[in-house]
């Protein structure tokens, strides 16, 4: 039986719950380095006008049932000032997994993607040697790596609970020590106020919380979109669509200066448990945020004071801006190793140029691509 690359429709979902099924029993939980199973609801394929993101998923299917299935997620994004709809290429299974048989589905899946929208992008992907990466790298896409922002609040949790200082008995003695010592603590902290520097913060900056963007967000847009070379749309409307949807667990922070909206951040506070990276540590995360220029470190410290209320161990974020990185270190936070990667298609590639040395010019974080998974 031919196999064929269809949407995703209701009559499927008994297909997809068996597809699920092999996976499961196999001990596949996660392919392709994406996050999860085919969903086995059919949340529609359709074009909806208007809609700042929207969905299209597509399965592999013959006379047998289903084999595989991947998302393309549809958004608005500037590229040097122009908006254009891209695609984000997610959630991409294949029986190949589990099964020789089908070893092309992969590839045939996102050539079937292209066809339909060359302009394609990947984010997270969790490292080169994930079998996204390889499926990417085969289509010619470009990569860059998004760098890794962090931020110490309590240094002795810190070094008791995070997995990188613990791969090795004598890094584990070594970061024990440093903890009861107190020793870690005045290394960390005094590291990160070096990384700060003694310059001054805007002091007149007013900070509120608030439980959406509506109000702020347009202006703070209109200032800050022809700032970078790529980036995706962040006006009100689409912060809605991501951000206010009912029992959010995102926390909101908007800053003004003398009434005039400067900016938002978006952040997570959560709780891990026994995390390969985070041990047991409480995570803040600045999931995004966007500021009027000039104002990128006020906001950045609005964000980190929210979540030091939170009473979070860590605070991390991947920002790719170089404002944004600036005011980051302004803000004490340090630079580390980071698996979260941007790879763009050959046809999105070409209208953006170099990615290495393009990439400071872009605008990309957690806000895009998946979302704040895994955090």
């Known amino acids: 039986m031919t196999l064929e690359i269809v949407p995703y429709e209701a009559t499927h979902i008994p297909a997809v ?89 992969g590839p045939r899946l996102l050539r079937h993607a292209l066809g339909g929208q060359p302009l394609i992008y990947g984010l997270g992907i969790g490292g080169y040697d994930h079998a996204i990466a390889r499926l990417l790298k085969g289509a010619r896409f470009q990569f860059a790596t998004v760098p890794f922002h962090f931020r110490v609040e309590h240094p002795a949790r810190f070094l008791r609970q995070v997995g990188p200082l613990r791969t090795s008995k004598s890094r584990r003695i070594a970061a024990d020590v440093a903890a009861a010592s107190g020793l870690g603590a005045l290394g960390i902290r005094g590291l990160q106020r070096y990384r700060a520097g003694l310059t001054r913060q805007r002091t007149r900056v007013v900070v509120n919380e608030v439980s959406s963007f509506e109000g702020c967000a347009d202006s703070v847009w209109g200032a800050a979109r022809g700032t970078f070379a790529f980036g995706a749309v962040r006006d009100g409307a689409l912060l809605a669509q991501l951000y206010d949807s009912k029992g959010s667990p995102f926390l909101r922070v908007a800053i003004e200066d003398e009434g005039r909206p400067c900016g938002w951040a978006v952040c997570l506070a959560t709780q891990r448990s026994d995390d390969k990276y985070f041990g047991d540590l409480k995570l803040g995360s600045i999931v995004d945020l ?85 955090l």
């Open 290 to 374: 966007l500021a009027v220029p000039g104002y990128e470190a006020a906001l950045v410290k609005a964000a980190v004071d929210r979540l030091q209320h939170q009473g979070v161990d860590l605070i991390v974020t991947n920002q790719t801006f170089r404002p944004l990185g600036a005011a980051l270190k302004r803000n004490g936070f340090l630079s580390g190793p980071s698996n979260f990667l941007f790879a763009a298609s050959p046809s999105l590639a070409e209208r953006l140029g170099p990615l290495g040395s393009n990439l400071t010019r872009f605008y990309l974080n957690r806000g895009d691509g998946d979302g704040p998974v895994n």
């Open 17 to 105: 719950q068996a597809f699920n099924a092999r996976l499961h029993a196999a001990g596949v939980t996660v392919a392709f380095g994406m996050r999860s199973l085919l969903r086995e609801t059919n949340v529609g394929s359709a074009r909806v006008p208007g809609a700042g993101i929207h969905e299209e998923l597509f399965l592999a299917v013959d006379g047998q049932g289903v084999h595989g299935g991947y998302t393309l997620k549809h958004q608005e994004f500037m590229i040097n000032d122009v908006v254009t709809s891209i695609g984000f290429f997610q959630q991409a299974l294949s029986e190949g997994t589990i099964d020789k048989r089908f070893a092309l589905i």
